[in-house]
């Protein structure tokens, strides 16, 4: 679409050409005003394991205090949700593709509802656990659905912006767990901590008010041959018509349906309860496949391995060992890094599609890789100088817990997820994004019920250190494996991808056949320069 639009922009500048009323450069289209409402909503899910996060870091406080139980208790309390979440984002793939990404959305803030509820009333470890388990499926469910049925919905050139909505309300969830753990931090110990946790049903009932007014994924109408529902969505959330035509032709092609079929209802084609789906994942991917499940395991394995759950999750005990003793700073310190995080991911929305995604990528993870090092070292100075007071390094640890946050925020938080759900091919997206989050879930799990036996083991500096090495190695991954991806179609990613390392080379493939199609003549020479400078950033 964008090298279309240029190419438009090109004849009519064009000297000598009349009719110019006929041909005046078309204006930069406004944000979808629909497709951005539908994004929001969806996005909400979001809001679910966001609040989970950060209620958990101050309740566990007060958990523990009530219910007398150890660290280790603490630690698989927190991080075990992650692990049942496995559950509802292993089932999330199929459970879409067959009831449909809108009513999946409501069945994730139903179960989650369910488990807020349980949790609030728990008497005891065990009856917590029920309700973890619980609300954890309903979590695996949200962080499947919801950027896929965003990336789904968006028009491309909002695909970015819309599509890191889901990140963007997670740390809204996190900053309004915070603030719920200092809100309800002076009531009587056993009643805080519950009120922490049952008030956290009330964004599910919204959620499921709300979603009745979406519509369907034109993606997964038209795999059930509804082609007039999809065409009606298509309207409704492209730039203009002719967009909205392309973007139909394309999923009718990925879907295996013939252009010339235009009724409102066709036959397609069913696989067989996605068997053949996992077998060209796992059994007999082409290049293009096996390169785009790398990259997309890859990215939700690192965004959690760098160490982010640690930091959310445990602050005030990283807060607690810098010098900050006292509860109620150790606690506004922690919805400090709240605000930190939901301010750099507002921003990160809108740089996302005007930067590219590889700038921001290896600019947010060069700066985490700064910034856990110079933790690290602070917090090992402390830890050398035992019983010293050092304001110094109380500011450098406090200063470097925010600039790690607003780093993650603005790069690798939500270019995750933006970038998993817009590489997968449509007839592979619901299970490849599902395997995606599994990733995820494993390796956030993994992180958080070993942060505290890990740092008194080899020391919390000596934790970050190890952080830290693990970012300088995502680093590297991402600047050799990840293509650029800003300004191309959901439909032609497997085009872009394939060639692993030597990606570079299908971008210029790319690139000389767009150039072909829009500026094959010497008069057409400015639409190629502004299609060029369109283009994505290497």
Known sequence: MAGRRAEDNAVSQQPGSGGLSEFDPPKKPKRNKYAFACAILASMTSILLGYDIGVMSGAAIYIKEDLKISDVEIEILLGIINVYSLIGSAAAGRTSDWIGRRYTIVLAGAIFFTGAILMGFATNYVFLMVGRFVAGIGIGYALMIAPVYTAEVSPASSRGFLTSFPEVFVNIGILLGYVSNYAFSKLPTDLGWRLML??????????????????????????????????????????SKEESLLRLADIKEAAGIPEYCTDDVVQVVKRSQGQDVWKELFLRPTPAVRHILICAVGIHFFQQASGIDAVVLYSPRIFEKAGITNSDHKLLCTVAVGLAKTIFILVATFLIDRIGRRPLLLTSVAGMVLSLGSLAVGLTIIDQHHGAKMTWTTALCLTMVLAYAAFFSIGLGPITWVYSSEIFPLRLRAQGCSIGVAMNRVVSGVLSMTFISLYKAITMGGAFFFYGGIATVAWLFFYTMLPETQGRTLEDMEVLFGKFHKWKEANAQLETRAQVDHGGDGNNKSGMIQLETKGPSL
């Open 198 to 239: 049952g008030i956290g049903a009330v964004p599910s009932v919204i959620l499921g008010v709300g979603v009745l007014a979406m519509p369907e994924s034109p993606r997964w109408l038209v795999m059930q041959g509804r082609l007039g529902d999809a065409t009606r969505v298509l309207n409704k959330t492209s730039d």
